[in-house]
T-cell receptor, first 119, second 110 residues
Framework: AQTVTQSQPEMSVQEAETVTLSCTYDTSESDYYLFWYKQPPSRQMILVIRQEAYKQQNATENRFSVNFQKAAKSFSLKISDSQLGDAAMYFCAYRSAYAGGTSYGKLTFGQGTILTVHP | NAGVTQTPKFQVLKTGQSMTLQCAQDMNHEYMSWYRQDPGMGLRLIHYSVGAGITDQGEVPNGYNVSRSTTEDFPLRLLSAAPSQTSVYFC?????????FGPGTRLTVL
């Protein structure tokens, strides 16, 4: 079974600074997806960024980028030029890429990291 | 295109009561799932379905039932609510590389 671990329950950053959220995972599969989700106080789950394991290039989405280290099973999220609107709970998640298997579509989540942004 | 809808948004139950959380999607996704979110534990899979008529248990299925009679709907039933089921519940539907979440239901069991 896959596991996802976020070792930072809380992080804080000054507005306009950069912060990195950590995530490690454990799997025996070679093909999978990794995600970072943002959950603001509204409770809505918002996809921030997605990484396919077979791609060596790290995904980026505007101010959000990841450092994907497949051998180390590490998947950190870097938020550059932090904004007040970035304050939220962030979840790292894993999903198998093997369509049709029993784990198809199942997301395994980490415990979450609460990010506070100070003005 | 409404995406994934859930009702109700909030619910308070007494111990032993039953209720159904409704979930619907209009994206024709085969895969749907229910998660519960508890502090410090992330989201955990309760039940999932890979298509109409096919359901299976996830990580924390005890106390919950599901059925999938249509592609669009995937209700979650609490047969006899317990305080341990106080949580936020999310329904989701999926295509290969992306999961779409509903807005969540906050359930309190007294």
């Amino acid at each position: 079974a896959q596991t996802v671990t976020q070792s930072q329950p809380e992080m804080s950053v000054q507005e306009a600074e950069t912060v990195t959220l950590s995530c490690t995972y454990d799997t025996s599969e070679s093909d999978y997806y990794l995600f970072w989700y943002k959950q603001p106080p509204s409770r809505q789950m918002i996809l921030v960024i997605r990484q396919e394991a077979y791609k060596q290039q790290n995904a980026t989405e505007n101010r959000f980028s990841v450092n994907f280290q497949k051998a180390a099973k590490s998947f950190s999220l870097k938020i550059s030029d932090s904004q007040l609107g970035d304050a939220a709970m962030y979840f790292c998640a894993y999903r198998s890429a093997y369509a049709g298997g029993t784990s198809y579509g199942k997301l395994t989540f980490g415990q979450g990291t609460i990010l506070t942004v100070h003005p | 295109n409404a995406g994934v809808t859930q009702t109700p948004k909030f619910q308070v139950l007494k111990t032993g009561q039953s209720m159904t959380l409704q979930c619907a999607q209009d994206m024709n996704h085969e895969y749907m799932s229910w998660y519960r979110q508890d502090p410090g534990m992330g989201l955990r899979l309760i039940h999932y379905s890979v298509g109409a008529g096919i359901t299976d248990q996830g990580e924390v299925p005890n106390g919950y039932n599901v059925s999938r009679s249509t592609t669009e709907d995937f209700p979650l039933r609490l047969l006899s609510a317990a305080p341990s089921q106080t949580s936020v519940y999310f329904c989701a539907s999926s295509r290969l590389n992306e999961q779409f979440f509903g807005p969540g239901t906050r359930l309190t069991v007294l």
